[in-house]
């Protein structure tokens, strides 16, 4: 299967005041994406607030970015949930409306506590899409999954045969270059922490990954593959450093999914606010936030809408 470079956005879901999906905003946010220098969206999980969507909302949000998106921009649909089934027909609707690839998570309960379940409950979402291939998000800080990636692609390898890789969302950068030497690299390893990009690059490998802080940090980002391709190396670790500046921002205020949201609106995209249960920023907070963006000069090294 082809290996995905470049970086691949986690789009956030907007949402109208009274808490309905609002559609109109993706071409706009589809064009910002392309102009930062992204190459496709996974739609619909954790930073799309994908777990507090309907199955119809999720099955809209996938084909409004379809139609939004440029021939050559990939959309990837994140397709996990508490219940197989429902991911079964994500999965297969995704496939059918000409998504590029799925993905999902581990489900927050009940928790999965061995890799042999793991792979079973990939193994059905998977065949409901056998035409696509199928990532598995590894996020453990969302769900407890805390499995060895190691023994998951062992035991997963032949098994399913359109497995892809793993979206590999976690500090073990020891376990990841582990998964990525698999077989000589057999599976497509996208990293997914923006904070430790640069690093996974240095270990000779990382060609793609999945982002959240891309939404609105995407130029940045962009710039560390882009940097350390011409072997820049010196850039490269100072647009690193600024990127962990952004998220020490943003964990003032709970996080890429609540802050970074907040962040869309003060570059002119207003995505409305977080579904319950998340605490949505206060206007006070709104305001100490910008204070603490352009005290690292932000809104100088980022583009607006």
């Not at 084909?63 to 649909?77: G, T, Y």
Request: hydrophobic share 40%.
């Amino acid at each position: 299967m082809e290996k995905i470079t470049g970086l691949i956005n986690a789009p956030f879901t907007p949402f109208y005041e009274n808490g309905d999906v609002n559609y109109e905003p993706l071409g706009t946010y589809a064009e910002f994406l392309v102009k930062n220098g992204l190459k496709g969206v996974f739609v619909n999980g954790s930073s799309g607030e994908g777990y507090m969507l309907t199955d119809e909302e999720r099955m809209k949000l996938a084909e409004r970015w379809l139609e939004v998106s440029p021939a050559d921009f990939k959309v990837m649909v994140h397709v996990g949930s508490t219940c197989a089934r429902s991911s079964r027909r994500l999965a297969a609707h995704a496939q059918s409306v000409g998504a590029y690839a799925i993905g999902a998570m581990a489900p927050p309960f009940p928790r999965i506590g061995r890799v042999e379940e793991l792979v079973a409950y990939c193994q059905e979402i998977a065949c409901g899409a056998p035409r696509l291939p199928f990532y598995f998000y590894h996020i453990p800080a969302f769900n407890g999954v805390y499995l060895s990636m190691t023994e998951f692609l062992e035991a997963v390898d032949g098994r399913i045969s359109n497995f892809a890789g793993i979206k590999y969302t976690y500090e073990n950068l020891y376990e990841y270059n582990q998964c990525r030497l698999y077989k000589d690299g057999k599976f497509d390893m996208l990293h997914g922490q923006d904070e430790t990009l640069l690093p996974c690059l240095a270990m000779g490998g990382a060609r793609g990954g999945i982002g959240g802080t891309t939404n609105y940090n995407g130029r940045t980002l962009v710039g560390i593959l882009d940097a350390w391709k011409s072997g820049d190396l010196e850039r490269a670790r100072n647009l690193q450093n600024f990127a962990q500046q952004v998220i020490n921002v943003i964990c003032h205020y709970r996080g890429n999914i609540v802050a970074g949201k907040r962040i869309m609106k003060l570059l002119g995209l207003d995505l409305g606010k977080n579904r319950i249960p998340f605490r949505n920023m206060t206007e006070e907070e709104e305001s100490t936030m910008r204070a603490e963006l352009e005290e690292i000069h932000f809104f100088d090294r980022c583009n607006k809408f």
